[in-house]
């Protein structure tokens, strides 16, 4: 074919192809480019090379004469249908883009042979430069003679002319900014995403260039998908000398940005056959259950509890612009040895995007998003962290009471806004960080002290602890009929034999978990009914009805979170509407863990302050007595009072003696009140 047929036919795909509906999908995007003010089509390599297969041989054998070929081909059809927008516009900036390119290549498996060629690449946008002007065609001023003399700039590097042809001086030129020609330009780099990442490997990187109208299309922490051409630059010697060695970077041609986090897994016709097979089953939340880290023995609360973080409720954006986040966020607080890393990494694996990271070796910069100085253009960029680039997946956070306290406090704004805001080196950037947080940490004593509150038994501030949706814990108690099973599970699974409890209820592949969960997220968005509303609408007001003056059993946060979990279990069985058996498992869950959390054994009433303050509401209760004892008595005229004498003061006000003492060891402890010297007692601040 010679070039002339080729750049025909090119026009005549772009006249003439129609999709499914029967629609001349480019040419009514053709007619629209005056309107929308574009310089570039996009164009889905697939509808090219379904109109005329040659198009895949030609991109393949000389790239860079394919792409002038269909650029020639675009200004060719536009100069007939819209010659006016041609005329008034720069032709060299009009560009075809290609989306969809068949030969995609994983960005570890570029290679030496794949210079020069036009392929497909897709990954996490991890930093973007400035965006800056380009010098295309440059326009020089003679300074002896006053001659205007054009210069072409090749492969972005600034040249001059050597002399003047007019006055034939070698003189310095002057650039005439306004007369010369500029285009956009952006440097980003892309890193492997968390998938296609061997384990045990570092992520590999590559630099993109863009240019013209696909600068700034995305964001780091974005998965992006690149076609363009792979080129070289050579390495230089520490001197300034070059070597023999060369940088790939990637010539951008087409951007396109996946947005959502399951847009990447391959679901066939089967797979989708046997995804709404599984729905229909009637123990389908059962079988979901059974599938979470099966080679832990029990723990079936917890479980449940993540499945249903795996599927995530529905996110909304209200009319005045309030986001309501839908991304569920779990606390698991255990003994050594209960299996809390290992369910960990089983999430990580399973989810979409899914990043294991552990709090010792976890900074706030790499959690969230670092400023680093560009060593070539000398500028300040942004990285994005773990939790900008699990964005729509799950970050699993082990050993999180190891944190510096500095860098645990960075992740509060994406636990409740789903956002990380930076500020530094006079970058000030919004990030998205759309990601569940399922955290691990150990008891600081060692093991979970059952009479201590969660706060003194992990040392957590008050405002992470209540950004979780469910706080579990996990007490390794001996029993021996539980341990003797428990050594059983363990044994068979070291002699690689079928355990007892896998054989009651199937478990799912992991492979095919992850299809049916990214199915879900894609296709259904469940919707509240009024039963479930009801039935969490009347937990809520009747849990909070028996406080009656007494401690706060639930927050507002609790009735969000659920609503977000009776969310993920609807979706869970594929199903549009929340019923009411949905959100009557949710607060069976809820029940449960604030059970475990939040029950004041005084009173036998769940108090959530026992998780969100040091003290429950009845020991603030019993600490009010005490204080206002030691004022009445202090007021009597003893600057010192005695500890007995105290003791049987608050007895007299109705505190029985034993928590009398407690109460008021707990306040010496904690500061309030101090002993000057035996058996006497001060308020600190009389």
């Known amino acids: 074919m010679s070039g002339y047929d080729e750049q025909e036919r090119f026009e005549e795909f ?21 309107i929308n003010d574009e310089i570039s089509l996009t164009v889905d390599f697939q509808d090219l090379t379904s109109f005329d297969n040659v198009f895949m041989a030609l991109a393949a054998e000389d790239p860079q004469k394919f792409l002038e070929m269909v650029d020639n081909a675009l200004i060719s059809v536009l100069r007939v249908e819209d010659p006016d927008y041609i005329n008034s516009i720069d032709v060299s900036f009009m560009k ?7 030969e995609h290549i994983a960005l570890r498996a570029l290679r030496s042979r794949h210079i020069g060629k036009l392929l497909h690449i897709s990954g996490i946008m991890m930093r973007a430069s400035v965006v800056k002007p380009l010098l295309v065609q440059a326009m020089f001023l003679c300074r002896i003679c006053q001659t205007e003399i054009p210069q072409p700039q090749e492969e972005g590097r600034y040249t001059e002319p050597v002399l003047c042809p007019i006055c034939t001086k070698k003189t310095p030129m002057r650039l005439i900014p306004q007369k010369s020609q500029f285009k956009d330009w952006q440097k980003v780099r892309l890193q492997e995403s968390p ?9 590999r990187s590559v630099d993109v260039i863009l240019e013209g109208d696909i600068v700034d299309v995305s964001r780091p922490g974005e998965l992006v998908k690149v076609t363009g051409t792979l080129q070289t630059s050579p390495d230089f010697s520490r001197r300034g000398g070059k070597l023999a060695t060369f940088n790939i970077f990637i010539e951008a041609n087409g951007v396109e940005v996946s947005e959502k986090e399951y847009e990447q897994l391959e679901i066939s016709d089967d797979d989708e056959k046997r995804i709404k097979e599984l729905a229909e089953d009637q123990y389908v939340h059962e079988k979901i259950y059974a599938s979470i880290a099966p080679a832990i023995q029990g723990h079936e609360h917890i479980k449940e509890s993540i499945a249903l973080l795996l599927f995530g409720g529905v996110g909304k954006t209200l009319p005045d612009g309030t986001r309501l986040r839908g991304k569920s966020n779990i606390l698991l607080i255990g003994d050594p040895g209960t299996g809390k890393s290992q369910i960990l990494k089983f999430v990580s694996g399973l989810a979409a995007r ?11 910069a790499g959690l969230t ?12 960029t942004l990285e994005a962290g773990a939790l900008v680039l699990s964005d729509q997946g799950i970050a699993c956070i082990d050993e999180f009471d190891k944190m ?8 509060h704004e994406a636990m409740e806004q789903h956002t990380v805001s930076i500020a530094k080196a006079g970058i000030v950037a919004t990030l998205n960080a759309r990601t569940s947080i399922l955290a691990a940490a150990n008891p600081t004593l060692g093991r979970y002290e059952s009479s ?12 992470i602890l209540s950004r979780f949706d469910l706080i579990w814990i996990l007490v390794d108690t001996p029993e021996p009929t539980r341990d003797r099973e428990l050594a059983q599970f363990i044994l068979n699974l070291h002699r690689m034999k079928k355990t007892q409890d896998q054989g009651t209820i199937s478990t799912i592949p992991p492979g095919f978990l992850k299809k049916y969960i990214g199915y879900s997220n894609r296709y259904v968005i469940p919707q509240l009914t009024s039963e479930a509303a009801e039935v969490i609408e009347n937990f809520y007001v009747d849990l909070r009805k028996s406080a009656e003056g007494g401690p706060v059993p639930i927050t507002a946060r609790q009735l969000e979170s659920l609503v977000r979990l009776s969310e993920a279990r609807a979706r869970m069985a594929l199903r549009s509407k929340v019923t009411k058996e949905d959100a009557q498992s949710a607060i069976r869950l ?12 005084i009173t036998g009433k769940i108090d959530i302050d026992r998780l969100v303050s040091k003290m429950s509401a009845s020991q603030r209760s019993s600490s009010d007595i005490i204080i206002k004892a030691i004022r009445d008595m202090e007021s009597e005229g003893t600057s010192t009072v005695n500890k007995d004498a105290l003791i049987q003061r608050a007895v007299s006000m109705g505190l029985p003696r034993e928590r009398a003492e407690e109460i008021i060891e707990k306040l010496l402890a904690e500061g309030i009140l101090y002993s000057p010297r035996e058996g006497k007692i001060r308020h600190s601040q009389s």
């Open 354 to 364: 899914g990043l294991y990271t552990s709090g010792k070796g976890t900074t706030a």
């Open 96 to 102: 075809t883009r290609f989306v969809n390119y068949p």
């Open 195 to 203: 998938e296609e990442l061997p384990p045990g490997q570092m992520p």
């Open 452 to 463: 201590l509150s969660v706060q003194d038994n992990i040392r957590l501030p008050f405002t």
């Open 404 to 411: 510096d306290p500095n860098d645990r406090t960075a992740i």
């Open 590 to 601: 809820m029940e449960e863990s604030l059970r475990m959390v939040a029950l004041d054994r």
């Open 369 to 380: 998003a670092a400023v680093i100085h560009d060593t070539e253009s000398g500028a300040m």
């Open 14 to 34: 772009l006249r003439t192809y129609k999709d499914e509906q029967g629609t001349l999908t480019y040419w009514s995007r053709i007619q629209q480019m005056s």
